[in-house]
């Protein structure tokens, strides 16, 4: 019988997150991956309960047609104000909490498939900003230095140098995200540096996950 565990996935923009789920793929294991981006957008979907409660703390022009959230709207509302943000998270994160846990239960609760056991991955930017690290087992957070991401932003987002600027520091810096992680304490963690090779990267997490798993490494 296969272990299962449910990893949280944490890093920056840019640092990493969807090459280490890439690099899961086609394993002998069961990879599931939750994301919790998603999980927001989908509470931005007409007739969902968060859509009054948006509309009313920032004004009709947030509605979309269809009567959901039109997400640019609002991110041009709310990237760039902490206090805005704040407003719509305070609102927004139980709910994505709400659904990651359903999740989650539903997955543990269908059939292992495989001997090798599963992972259950809730890929997550604000992990433990949103205090979501209470849902997990174990927590990766994928780094890279700040130049690096910036690079890789630009390139992927095709975005200029303020732009890239701008998104990167509407998050944690890497020094306050290292700082966060101390407040873990009993919760495994283990930081992925991105700034190398790919393979080497692909590589790591390959051994990470048959390590969690208590997989024999070969
Ligand atoms: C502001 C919103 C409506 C903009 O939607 P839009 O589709 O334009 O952007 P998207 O969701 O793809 O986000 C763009 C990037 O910003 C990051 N991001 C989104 N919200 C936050 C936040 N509160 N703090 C830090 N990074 C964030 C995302 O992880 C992503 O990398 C949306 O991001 C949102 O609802 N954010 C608040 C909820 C949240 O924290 N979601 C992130 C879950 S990981
Ligand atoms: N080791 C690496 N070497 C070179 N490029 C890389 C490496 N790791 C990731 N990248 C590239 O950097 C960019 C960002 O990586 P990725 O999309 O995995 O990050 P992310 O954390 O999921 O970002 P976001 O939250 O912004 O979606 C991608 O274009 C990816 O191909």
């Known amino acids: 019988m296969g272990t299962r565990k449910v990893i949280g996935l944490w890093g920056g ?37 968060a859509v009054d409660e948006i509309a009313a703390a920032f004004g009709s022009e947030v509605r979309a047609e269809d009567g959901g959230i039109n997400r640019r709207a ?25 659904k990651a846990r359903q999740r989650i239960d539903e997955l543990k609760a269908s059939p292992l498939q495989s001997d090798q056991g599963q992972l259950i991955i809730l890929e997550a930017a604000v992990l433990l900003e949103a205090s979501w690290d209470e849902l997990v ?57 991105t700034n190398r090779e790919l393979s080497s990267v692909e590589n790591d997490v390959l051994s990470l996950a048959r390590k969690t798993l208590n997989l024999t490494l070969d």
């Not at 991110?75 to 909490?97: N, Q």
């Not at 992927?156 to 890497?174: V, W």
Request: glycine residues 6%; hydrophobic residues 45%.
């Open 74 to 98: 609002l991110g041009a509302l709310v990237f760039g104000s902490e206090a805005k943000m704040k407003t719509l998270t305070d609102i927004v994160w139980p709910i994505i909490k709400q």
């Open 137 to 193: 087992d174990e927590v990766w957070v994928t780094m890279v230095d700040e130049a690096i991401a910036k690079e890789r932003i630009m390139k992927r987002n095709k975005l200029d140098e303020d732009a890239a600027t701008k998104r990167l520091s509407s998050q944690m810096s890497n020094e306050e995200r290292l700082a966060k992680l101390k407040e873990l304490h009993s919760l495994p963690h283990v930081v992925i540096w």
């Open 13 to 49: 923009i840019g640092s990493g997150k969807t090459t280490v789920c890439s690099a899961l793929e086609g394993q002998p294991f069961r990879v599931d991956v939750i994301n919790a981006d998603q999980l927001g957008h989908a509470a931005y979907a007409p007739g969902e309960a």
